[in-house]
């Protein structure tokens, strides 16, 4: 017996009728916005975000815009993203948050032109970092040659002289000096799973210690005075958390202490998170309470 495909066919129940699409998205566009707002909302929320990024977020009050939670290369970049609303106080600290290394107080009044490259929003925030990454803490040998050479490599042969007292004032100061003693790990890439989110960066120096794991952060901003590094401690504190929660999550060890090293011409100015468990706990707070498209929930 052959097989006819028209009897199946024909045996089959009909459809029903289904409007035209054009129709149903024109009779019922308020509701298919909705909907479709709706499907999309999951895959608007940000799944990576950078320690600045997470810092941002928790200053920003919740009836701002969000600001751009960008992934960790944008730790040390200007930002343009700024709240719409909110008081004075948030807008100042995520101002001084997302115009991190500016050395503009150690340039020429001209201006300098450098190459911005890598992590640092400066050329010179990037060559101090760079041979902060290179040198032997513990036998700081050939710093001169260091220095030169990444000021080549970031076309500001004539800054020489200011980057080498930076690098100087960050190797004489106790925090490096105290990683210099123990297993330390430079230019570290760090990244963890927080909240359905991911955090990552680089920690510019992470120390062993007895008493648990300790973060340097080095800083190139320019700074005259312990009031100005004060002024910007509030956003820093919070970027420094979102490293030792990351770090906390993939390591299995606590992060007993977050310090920042200031360089200035002068000197290292050096300071630390004054309540790091309430300020990684502000950070895990902030994760759970972001929501797709907006900045933070009200709940």
Same mark, same amino acid.
């Given at each position: 017996?052959?097989?006819?495909?028209? !009897?199946?066919?024909?045996?089959?129940?009909?459809?029903?009728?289904?409007?035209?699409?054009?129709?149903?998205? @024109?009779?019922?566009?308020?509701?298919?916005?909705?909907? %479709?707002?709706?499907? #999309?909302?999951? &895959?608007?929320?940000?799944?990576?975000?950078?320690?600045?990024?997470?810092?941002?977020?928790?200053?920003?009050?919740?009836?701002?815009?969000? *600001?751009?939670?960008?992934? =960790?290369?944008?730790?040390?970049?200007? $930002?343009?993203g700024q709240p719409e609303t909110g008081d004075g106080l948030h807008a100042y600290v995520v101002e001084r948050l997302t115009d991190q290394d500016d050395d503009s107080a150690d340039q020429p009044d001209e201006g300098l032109i450098g190459r911005r490259r890598g992590?640092?929003?400066?050329?010179?925030?990037?060559?101090?970092?760079? *041979?902060?990454?290179?040198?032997?803490?513990?036998?700081? !040998?050939?710093?001169?040659? @260091?220095?030169?050479?990444?000021?080549?490599?970031?076309?500001? #042969?004539?800054?020489?002289?200011?980057?080498?007292?930076?690098?100087?004032?960050?190797?004489?100061?106790?925090?490096?000096?105290?990683?210099?003693? &123990?297993?330390?790990?430079?230019?570290?890439?760090?990244?963890?799973? /927080?909240?359905? %989110?991911?955090?990552?960066? =680089?920690?510019?120096?992470? *120390?062993?210690?007895?008493?648990?794991?300790?973060?340097?952060?080095?800083?190139?901003?320019s700074v005259r005075s312990d009031e100005d590094v004060d002024a910007k401690l509030g956003a820093y504190e919070l970027q420094a958390a979102a490293y030792a929660v990351a770090l906390e999550e993939v390591t299995d060890q606590t992060v007993s202490e977050c310090r920042?090293?200031?360089?200035?011409?002068?000197?290292? /100015?050096? %300071?630390?998170?004054? $309540? #790091?468990?309430?300020?990684?706990?502000?950070? %895990? @707070?902030? @994760?759970? !309470?972001?929501?797709?498209? #907006?900045?933070?929930?009200?709940?």
């Amino acid at each position: 017996r052959r097989f006819d495909w028209r !009897q199946v066919v024909g045996s089959l129940p009909s459809e029903p009728a289904r409007p035209a699409q054009l129709g149903l998205a @024109l009779d019922n566009r308020e509701q298919w916005i909705a909907d %479709r707002q709706a499907l #999309l909302a999951p &895959h608007r929320q940000p799944r990576v975000l950078s320690a600045t990024g997470v810092a941002q977020a928790a200053l920003v009050p919740v009836a701002s815009r969000p *600001v751009n939670h960008g992934s =960790y290369h944008d730790d040390h970049e200007t $930002d343009t993203g700024q709240p719409e609303t909110g008081d004075g106080l948030h807008a100042y600290v995520v101002e001084r948050l997302t115009d991190q290394d500016d050395d503009s107080a150690d340039q020429p009044d001209e201006g300098l032109i450098g190459r911005r490259r890598g992590r640092t929003g400066s050329a010179i925030g990037s060559a101090v970092h760079a *041979v902060l990454q290179l040198v032997d803490l513990a036998e700081p !040998q050939g710093v001169g040659d @260091l220095v030169a050479q990444q000021c080549e490599i970031e076309g500001i #042969l004539d800054r020489t002289g200011i980057v080498r007292r930076l690098v100087q004032a960050a190797l004489e100061s106790s925090a490096v000096t105290m990683a210099a003693g &123990h297993v330390h790990f430079k230019e570290l890439f760090v990244t963890a799973p /927080i909240a359905g %989110r991911t955090i990552e960066g =680089y920690v510019d120096l992470l *120390v062993e210690t007895p008493a648990g794991l300790v973060v340097i952060d080095y800083k190139t901003d320019s700074v005259r005075s312990d009031e100005d590094v004060d002024a910007k401690l509030g956003a820093y504190e919070l970027q420094a958390a979102a490293y030792a929660v990351a770090l906390e999550e993939v390591t299995d060890q606590t992060v007993s202490e977050c310090r920042f090293v200031f360089c200035t011409a002068g000197g290292a /100015i050096e %300071r630390t998170v004054v $309540d #790091l468990p309430a300020a990684k706990e502000r950070v %895990r @707070l902030t @994760l759970t !309470q972001l929501t797709p498209g #907006l900045g933070l929930s009200s709940t």
